[in-house]
C-alpha cells in the first residue's frame, strides 16, 4: 500500500496509519533525501525518537532559542571514517564527540549541535538506527542536543555508507583563559590517557579481514566534563588546550612548538601508552604519536598548579592515566624535541598527510 | 623539492618559501585530508586568501566570539547537487545562500558560517578555487563571515568532486514574531519571485550533453536582505516565511496548510512562472511547483499589510516579481488547493521524493 494512495484517501491525520519506513524499506532510496513524505517519514522514524527534544521537534529551518550574553564557541567537522563501526564506537559516537570536544578545549561549555547526514542508496536503516542511537548516547554523556539537522542521499557507490557533519554552539566559561599566546617557558604539557588507540582500532578493524585480532577500542569519548573538573581545580593556570585527533600528538606538540617559537621538551618514557597499542602500531608500521585519538586531552599549565592538575583529571574516569610529559623551555627555537627510551633525542613533526586516511 | 626537506633544514620561518600547493599540486590527494602539513597549506594557499577574516585565521579548534543577549538561530544544510557548477551558481554559492536563507527565514540577521569540505581525491584544485571564490562572493552579499571550517578527503570515485556542509548562526531580530501559529484566516500568501529556475537549471545542466540548450539560470541568492526589507515595512504583520527549496512551491504550500489545519487557495495563473522554465519543466515532464528554488521565498501576511509587502518586496531587486498568490479560507481540512488555469481545481500535495535527486 503506498503512501501516495493513503495519502490520496484523507486529510492529513491519516498520516499516523502509514506504514512507517522500517516495514515499507529496509534500505535508504534516493527518496528518503528528496525533501518529501519519504524524508520526513525518516526523520519521524528513525531520527526523532531518538534524537529528539522541543528544540529539534519544531522541524523548522533554523532552530530559535535565547542566550545569554558571553563568549560563544562554534565548530564544525565533517567525519568520514571507514568502516562506519569499531571497537569503542561508531560514526555517531565519532560526530558527536569530535565537535563537543573541539569546543571543549576552547574552555566551552557545549549546548547545542547540528547533524547533517549525507546517506549512501542502499545504506540498511538498521544500520542507520545504530548510529543514532550511538549518537543519542554520547549526546547524553556530553549534556548536548541536536537541535538541527539534514539528510541527503547520494547514490549507489558514494559516500560509504554515510557521511556526518556536525557544527556545534557552546558557552565559553568565564574563568576560561586559554591561548597559545599565554603559554611561556616552564609551562607544563600533560596528556590525559594512553595514546593512539582510537586511530589503531579503526586500522586493525580494516584489517579484520586479514585475521588480525586485538582487543584495542577507540577511546572516542566527550572531554567536557574532564576539561570542566581541570578548569574547576586550576582555573586560568590551565593555558591552553587541544585533543589530539588528526595528526596525533605528534601534531599537537609540533603545532604548540611552532606557534609558540618556544622549545618544547617531551619524554618518550612519560607518554602513556598501552603495550597492546604499540604491538599494534609496529605491526601496522605505524608511530603511536602520529595516530588519530578521539578523547585523548593535551593540556598546558603552569607548573605551580601541575600536581593539582594531574590530581583533577586522574579523579575523572577520562583521566585516570593521565601523565606529565615534558616543559617548554628556555631556548627560542619552535622545535619540539623528544627524549626517547634510550636516551637519544629527535624532533617531533606534525605528520605530512598520508599516513591514517579516513580515521575520522 | 618536498616541503618535508625544506621543513628539516630550519626553523617554522621558512615555511612561507615552501610552493604552495597550486604548484606542487593540480588535484586534490588524499593527503590533503590528513589534518597534517598538506591539510594545513591547503587551507593557508586556498580558503583563507578567500575567506579569511580575524575570527577563521585563528585556527583554532572553535571560533570563539562575543554575544549579546537574545534570541539566536542555528541551522545546517549539506549540499550534493550535481553538477557542481550550473548556471547562476555552484554548490558554494548554494551552500552559502542555503543556510543564510534557512536562518532569514526564521527572522534572524545571519552572522557566521561554518564550512565543512567533503573533497574527491582528484578533485581539481582549479574547480575548488573557483567553488571557494563563489562563496567568497556570496559571504560578502549576505554580510556573513566563515568563522570555522573543516576538510576531508576520500578515495577516488566517491563524493562526485565534492559535498558541503554549512551550519549557520543568526541573531533574531527582535521585531520578527513569525510563528506557523499565528497563521489564521484571512492571511495572505505571496511568492517573491518566478519559481522553478534553480530546479530546472541545474537538470537542464545535466542533459547538455544531450543537446539541449536554454538560457534558465538559478535562483540562488542569499534572502536576508529581502526578509529584513519586508519586516522593516511590515514588523509583526509578516507571519511567516520560507524559502521554497526541496520540494518547492508545492512543498512549502502543503505543508502551510496541512500543519495550520487550514484551507489554502492559490491562484495557479498568479503565481510567477518564467515561459522558459514552464517550457523546460514540460520537456522534462516536471511541474514546476515541485521543483527547488533557492532564492524564492514564501511570505504569509496580514491581509491589511498585502500592498504594503508586495510594495516593498517588489522595491528589493530580489523580489520584482513578487505577486499575492492565494489566501487562507475558513474551511478547518488542512488542504492547500489550487485554482488552475482553465478553472479547475486541484489539491497541491508534498512531492513524494523520488522527482528531482542531488538538486542542492
Do not use: W
Not at 529539534?56 to 550574553?69: G, K, W
Not at 554520547?138 to 549534556?143: I, M
Not at 597559545?180 to 586493525?204: C, E, K, N, T
Not at 584495542?216 to 574547576?232: I, K, R
Amino acid at each position: 500500500m503506498s503512501a501516495d494512495r493513503l495519502r490520496m484517501a484523507g486529510p492529513s491525520s491519516l498520516r499516523t496509519e502509514y506504514a512507517p519506513p522500517n516495514r515499507r524499506h529496509r534500505r535508504i532510496v534516493l527518496a528518503h533525501g528528496g525533501g518529501g513524505q519519504l524524508t520526513d517519514e525518516l526523520v519521524d522514524e528513525i531520527v526523532r525518537p531518538r534524537l529528539g527534544n522541543a528544540l529539534l521537534d519544531e522541524l523548522d529551518d533554523s532552530a530559535v532559542f535565547d542566550v545569554e550574553p558571553g563568549r560563544m564557541a562554534f565548530t564544525t567537522d565533517s567525519y568520514v571514517v571507514q568502516p562506519l563501526e569499531f571497537p569503542g564506537g561508531d560514526i555517531g559516537r565519532l560526530a558527536v564527540c569530535g565537535t563537543v570536544n573541539d569546543m571543549a578545549v576552547c574552555g566551552a561549555e557545549p549546548l547545542h549541535l547540528s547533524v547533517g547526514l549525507i546517506l549512501e542508496e542502499g545504506l540498511e536503516l538498521d544500520v542507520l538506527r545504530r548510529v543514532i542511537d550511538s549518537m543519542a548516547t554520547a549526546v547524553a554523556e556530553a549534556g548536548v542536543t541536536v537541535v538541527t539537522g539534514d539528510t541527503k542521499v547520494v547514490a549507489r557507490g558514494q559516500a560509504d555508507g554515510m557521511y556526518v557533519n556536525t557544527a556545534g554552539l557552546g558557552r565559553v566559561r568565564p574563568d576560561a583563559r586559554l591561548a597559545l599566546a599565554r603559554v611561556r617557558q616552564g609551562d607544563r604539557v600533560i596528556v590525559s590517557r594512553p595514546i593512539g588507540d582510537h586511530g589503531l582500532a579503526v586500522m586493525l578493524q580494516r584489517e579484520e579481514a586479514f585475521g588480525i585480532e586485538s582487543r584495542l577500542a577507540s577511546d572516542v569519548a566527550p572531554l567536557n566534563g574532564l576539561v570542566g573538573a581541570l578548569l574547576d581545580a586550576c582555573g586560568e593556570d590551565v593555558v591552553f588546550l587541544r585533543d589530539a585527533t588528526r595528526g596525533g600528538l605528534a601534531g599537537v606538540l609540533s603545532d604548540l612548538s611552532e606557534r609558540t617559537r618556544l622549545h618544547l621538551a617531551v619524554d618518550e618514557t612519560r607518554i602513556p601508552l598501552r603495550r597492546e597499542t604499540s604491538y599494534a602500531a609496529e605491526m601496522l608500521g605505524l608511530d603511536p604519536l602520529d595516530v588519530a585519538n578521539e578523547g585523548t586531552l593535551v593540556a598546558v599549565v603552569r607548573p605551580a598548579v601541575l600536581d593539582a592538575a594531574l590530581d583533577a583529571l586522574r579523579a575523572h574516569p577520562l583521566g585516570e592515566h593521565a601523565a606529565d610529559v615534558g616543559a617548554f623551555g628556555s631556548d627560542e627555537d619552535g622545535l619540539c624535541e623528544i627524549v626517547t627510551e634510550v636516551g637519544g633525542r629527535r624532533v617531533i613533526q606534525k605528520p605530512y598527510g598520508e599516513e591514517l586516511p579516513r580515521i575520522c
